[in-house]
């Protein structure tokens, strides 16, 4: 329906034909759009070089689908998965495809359902013939901030999905984050929703302005049909459909401390065993103090803590995304990526246009912690995120994604660090070996 609106001719099919004429009886009723009644009925009425889009489920049901497509096309048609894939999976269809002269595209779509519908930010990789084709309609049916399109050629092979799966990853950090910031609110600061949705709309005015705060706000105010309000009705198991677990995988396969992501993926874990929660709270023990400081400093203090943890999770998120480039040998645009996550996606944020300055005045910025702007923000705001990590234990309140931000910010930062302890205990037992602080690169 994006395609049609925007002007391009689209032909659907669904292997349960009767799934595709009633789209075309009631969504698609009054458009320009067609139907076809099997694979090789779409693939004759697409123009050449065909350009088709599988939205399907990741995994097996696109390796079906692509199977059955390719002997269909020809050279210089193009394939183009816009589900959630595993970016390996991506890579291996571009390798065994490349022979064929079909070009296959990964792409990371993100924003939902209205995204897709209204424009979504879109996350191209793959055979790069076959950016110039699908390239005017990508950009003109994703969104756009600042009247540019959130839509860019990404990379080679897997570059597009891996890249979109570092998105997802970043997505649960976020949220994770303005979790801990409401459980704070509601349990250390004994605030009521209405007075918590005050505090998400005021911040939405200022530097924490996204999407997430926004709906975190609508969310806070939300009220059932029977007048009282449906978050405390809901039943605190996060569900998770494993992209940011992926994303964690892959930092641990690529040696990145993407501790903030990793922590907000154990969250949802800890958060699915709610019977042994329930069980232990009668168990153990925990704080006994209370919360007697300033509600209002103490907001404050919040507030920073989650700009200064979000900007470590950026910060941790771009290492991933740099690390895997080099492995990989993508050409990754890093200003233009944070681009393309400023409009149409969950994480979208007026923050993300300080990212692509970052890196638009320094390209091989090895982390965005040592940008001079981020510097001097996280250096205003790292005493918060200490005085909330701090009252957080002392209280007995779980914060791990803002205890995960202060831990790597303090490793980053140090010099020294007791590794050579770490170093000399694996000599000891497994005869590892060490390196001699005054001669690197040697060891004894």
Partial sequence: LNMDSKGFVVCAFNRTVAKVDQFLANEAKGTKIIGAKSLEDMVAKLKKPRKVVILVKAGAAVDEFVTKLVPLLEKGDIIIDGGNSQYMDTQRWCKELKPTGIHYVGMGVSGGEDGARYGPSLMPGGHLA??????????????????????????????????????????????????????????????????????????????????????????????????????????????????????????????????????????????????????????????????????????????????????????????????????????????SIALMWRGGCIIRSVFLGNIKDAFTKNPQLSNLLLDPYFTKHIGASQESLRQVVAQSALLGVPTPAFGAALAFYDGYRAGVLPANLLQAQRDYFGAHTYELATKPGEFV
């Fill in 130 to 335: 076959a950016w110039p084709h699908v390239k005017p309609i990508f950009q003109a049916i994703c969104a756009k901030a600042n009247n540019e399109p959130c839509c860019d050629w990404v990379g080679e092979d897997g570059a597009g999905h891996f890249v979109k799966m570092v998105h997802n990853g970043i997505e649960y950090g976020d949220m994770q984050l303005i979790c801990e910031a409401y459980h704070l609110m509601k349990d250390v600061l004994d605030m009521d929703q209405g007075e918590m949705a005050r505090v998400f709309e005021e911040w939405n005015k200022g530097e924490l302005d996204s999407f997430l705060i926004e709906i975190t706000r609508d969310i806070l105010n939300f009220k059932d049909t029977d007048g009282k309000y449906l978050l405390p009705k809901i039943r605190d198991c996060a569900g998770q459909k494993g992209t940011g677990k992926w994303t964690g995988i892959s930092a641990l396969e690529y040696g990145v401390p993407v501790t903030l992501i990793g922590e907000a993926v154990f969250a949802r874990c800890l958060s699915a065993l709610k019977e042994e929660r329930v069980k232990a709270s009668g168990v153990l023990p925990g704080a006994s103090g209370t919360f007697t400081g300033d509600k209002k400093a103490f907001l404050e203090h919040l507030r920073k803590a989650l700009y200064a943890s979000k900007i470590i999770s950026y910060a941790q998120g771009f290492m991933l995304l740099r690390e895997a480039a080099k492995v990989h040998q993508w050409n990754l645009n890093y200003g």
